[in-house]
Structure formats: structure tokens, C-alpha cells
């Protein structure tokens, strides 16, 4: 049986951050891995897997996380090996925008958490919407998607709830439909690399007849944040996801069923070697596992809760020995990551829901 011992946990183009087109920097090897979620014929079943018994699976989800032995390590004081140029993807609607400011932490609409199962386990993360051709896609961290205990490429029925709150899916369940990972995660389960891009079908949800809604598309309702990359270390960020795992002193001060956040300055390197974490950037933060996964967004701006995704929570844990939560971890975000996300980024994958609210296969784009 799994030991969520780790969190894995997992607008505006403003000044310092430098506007990049859609290019990846050139990289030797390979470096995405891609594999299949949910076909078209079995969206449905994946829907009615997490929604009959009025969702009661959602609340029963466990945390999930990457096990690793000791709690990851800051280490020394140093700056990751950027392998291009800083670049940034602006979030969906701010493509023309400029820096905004305000003083209020208003929740981010794009944030939401995933749910899976392996076997007869039912796990959860946090995840984040950004911005894509088609307003399709969901990241979050690589252990989130990519089955980590058995032999199997990913994990089994997938889907990602923006805005859940207390069992609530109010813009719509978004089974996915492809994942993106770095090829040294997929092959090695290097946490170093532990961030995925996940295509999602329209949003489904059920009308009083208990027939499927096609909801649309997941940027269309609640928007997708930017992308930043090859980033300096130390700029603040916000960090939001759906803790819920217990402390290490068994206090349940988290739920899951509502959104948290942290802020702070992250610093580098954070090495744990029993996952091949030897480049992570840190943070001070106490939520625990169930928060995997969740975006580290760079430059949010409050009044329009969109900024850069810069990073995904990955490890996590007890730093000083009091049993409590107070570090989490994420992949440092360059070339190659963005390389990942350029993958995805202009594949669609659309509607199934008929006219009579039911599943089907709808005409499909060239991918």
C-alpha cells in the first residue's frame, strides 16, 4: 500500500519577464513522453465512475504523493543551470495585457483538483489550467498521471474539477484525454522532472435527468494561466492546492474540499536522492499531501488571478522534527519543460456529448 509520506504534494506581461514565441529551444535526446488517458468511448464510464452515488468516490479519495525516504534537503545556496533564454507564455486573455497590481488574494478560478484511480486505490492532487490553442490543458505534476506503483504507463480515470469545493464540480468534470511528461520522469521517475501537461475533453457534467451537459471548453470557463520558464530563483510566488493529508502529529487541519494557498521567496538547490531529486526549487509552506501537483504561479496578479505557472508541487515534508509539514518542492521550470508543454499545446480534443445527452464520438480534428 502506498505511504503518503511526501506532499507531493502535486496578467499581464510584466517587467523582468521576457515575451517568448511558441518555440521550444533545441534539445538533445529525447525528451517527451506521451501516452493515452481515456479513449472517446470510455469518457463516459469515467464520468459515471467519479459522479453516480452523488460523487461520494471525490470525498473518499486518498492523497497522493512519490515516496521518497528522507525529507528533501536545502542544500547550499546556488542558482539552477537555465539551458535557454527566460521565457513566458501569457495566460489565457491576457496576451495584450499589462502589469496589474492588488493588495487582496483573490483565489485563482483555474485551480482545481485531479482524481484518479490505481486498481481499487482512489487517489487526488491539485492541478492548475493553462493556456493552450485550444484551451484544453491541465498541469500538473508527473506522479499525478503516470502510474509510479505497477507496470502500467498511467493512471486509471482521470479527471480534473476547477473550482472544487466540498464534492462540487461547478464548471464541469474534464476527463482527460493525452498526458506530456519529460521522458526522464516516464523512464526513471526522476523527480527533477516531475511535471505532466494533460489534455482534457469539453467539460460533462449532469443535468436533473441525469443526462450529460457538455459544459465546453476548460480555458473558456475558468480561464488558464501563463507559463514562465528558465526563470530566476527567488522571485515570490503563490502556490494554491488542495492539501489533505493529516500532519505527521496527526492533526487534520486539512480537508481537501476547499482551496489553500502559500506565498513566499522559493530558493535552490533542494536535493532528496531516494527520488532522484537533486534540482528542486523549495518553499516554506505547511500544507501536506493532496496539494501534488498544485501550480507555483510567478507575478499573480490578484484582481485578475492569473499569472505564470513557474513550477508544480512535487515533494514535501517536516523539516525541523516537530512532526508538522513545513517545506514543499518543485521541478525547476526551462527549455526542456516548456518543450513538454509545447507537446501539447496545440492538440485539440473537444465535445463528446451528444445532442441527447449521451456519450459519443463527435467529428474530430486532425491532431
Not at 259 to 281: D, H, M, N, R, T
Not at 328 to 352: H, N, R
Request: net charge neutral; proline share 5%; with cysteine.
Amino acid at each position: 500500500m502506498k505511504k503518503h509520506v511526501l506532499l507531493p504534494i502535486g496578467a499581464i506581461v510584466a517587467a523582468g519577464l521576457a515575451a517568448t514565441a511558441m518555440t521550444a529551444p533545441a534539445q538533445a535526446g529525447k525528451v517527451t513522453s506521451s501516452d493515452k488517458l481515456a479513449s472517446a468511448a470510455g469518457v463516459g464510464d469515467v464520468v459515471k465512475f467519479w459522479l453516480d452515488g452523488n460523487g461520494y468516490k471525490l470525498k473518499s479519495a486518498d492523497p497522493y504523493g512519490m515516496e521518497h525516504n528522507r525529507v528533501p534537503k536545502h542544500v547550499s545556496k546556488g542558482a539552477p543551470a537555465a539551458d535557454g533564454k527566460p521565457g513566458i507564455v501569457p495566460a489565457i486573455g491576457d496576451e495584450k495585457m499589462t502589469a496589474a497590481k492588488s493588495k487582496n488574494v483573490n483565489l485563482p478560478k483555474t485551480v482545481g483538483r485531479v482524481f484518479f484511480s490505481i486498481g481499487s486505490g482512489l487517489y487526488s492532487c491539485s492541478a492548475s489550467s493553462v493556456q493552450s490553442a485550444y484551451h484544453n490543458l491541465v498541469a500538473t505534476a508527473g506522479h499525478c498521471v503516470y502510474d509510479i506503483e505497477t507496470n502500467h504507463d498511467v493512471v486509471d480515470n482521470w479527471i480534473f474539477i476547477p473550482g472544487y469545493y466540498d464534492g462540487k464540480a461547478p464548471w464541469g468534470v474534464y476527463v482527460g484525454k493525452q498526458a506530456f511528461t519529460h521522458y526522464d520522469f516516464d523512464v526513471y521517475e526522476d523527480a527533477d522532472r516531475d511535471y505532466a501537461f494533460v489534455t482534457v475533453y469539453n467539460g460533462i457534467g449532469y443535468d436533473l435527468q441525469k443526462k450529460f451537459v457538455d459544459r465546453g471548453p476548460l480555458g473558456n470557463n475558468v480561464g488558464g494561466q501563463g507559463l514562465a520558464y528558465n526563470q530566476k530563483v527567488g522571485a515570490p510566488v503563490f502556490v494554491f492546492g488542495y492539501p489533505s493529508a493529516p500532519q505527521g502529529d496527526g492533526d487534520y487541519v486539512w480537508t481537501g474540499q476547499t482551496l489553500k494557498w502559500c506565498y513566499g521567496k522559493p530558493y535552490f538547490p533542494v536535493k532528496e536522492p531516494s527520488v532522484k531529486a537533486e534540482e528542486q526549487v523549495g518553499l516554506k509552506c505547511s500544507m501536506t499531501g493532496g496539494s501534488s501537483g498544485g501550480p507555483w504561479i510567478l507575478k499573480y496578479s490578484s484582481a485578475r488571478r492569473l499569472g505564470y505557472i513557474n513550477g508544480v508541487t512535487s515533494l514535501g515534508g517536516d523539516t525541523d522534527g516537530n512532526s508538522r509539514s513545513d517545506m514543499i518542492s518543485s521541478p525547476y521550470f526551462d527549455g526542456e519543460t516548456f518543450g513538454v508543454y509545447k507537446a501539447a499545446y496545440s492538440l485539440w480534443s473537444g465535445s463528446l456529448v451528444r445532442k441527447d445527452g449521451t456519450i459519443g464520438i463527435t467529428e474530430a480534428k486532425s491532431e
